[in-house]
């Protein structure tokens, strides 16, 4: 059985920091490019950031370019999202996704496996 479960998110004041987390089980890890989505209230999910499963390839949408980063750990089965400098807008569901093609796709429907979400609010 596929899991994927987040941790990290909470209540932050704006210009803080978060550290999300994402075990993943039940699959080869290596063989998936991993995605961090994130939903706001009556907003579409949205790509946020982006890892190729080669680990040399990623994505980050303009809006968190500079402040958020994503990495994995393959020995931990973990992929990780760093978000600095957090702003009110950043308030979502935040959710990690695994895909298994090759690159890093924006589109919610290539991603066969989903955590649960976790939420993020940003106070300002």
């Known amino acids: 059985q596929v899991q994927l479960v987040e941790s990290g998110g909470g209540l932050v004041q704006a210009g803080g920091s978060l550290r999300l987390s994402c075990l993943v089980s039940?699959?080869?890890?290596?063989?998936?490019?991993m995605g961090w989505f994130r939903q706001a209230p009556g907003k579409d999910r949205e790509l946020v950031v982006g890892?190729?499963?080669?680990?040399?390839?990623?994505y980050s949408a303009d809006s968190v370019k500079g402040r958020f980063t994503i990495s994995r750990d393959n020995a931990k089965n973990t992929v990780y999202l760093q978000m600095n400098s957090l702003k009110p807008e950043d308030t979502a569901v935040y959710y990690c996704?695994?895909?298994?093609?090759?690159?890093?796709?924006?589109?919610?429907?290539?991603?066969?496996?989903w955590g649960q979400g976790t939420q993020v609010t940003v106070s300002s």
């Open positions: 039940g699959l080869t890890f290596g063989y998936y490019s």
């Open positions: 890892l190729s499963r080669s680990g040399f390839s990623t």
């Open positions: 996704a695994a895909d298994a093609g090759l690159g890093i796709s924006r589109r919610v429907q290539d991603y066969e496996y």
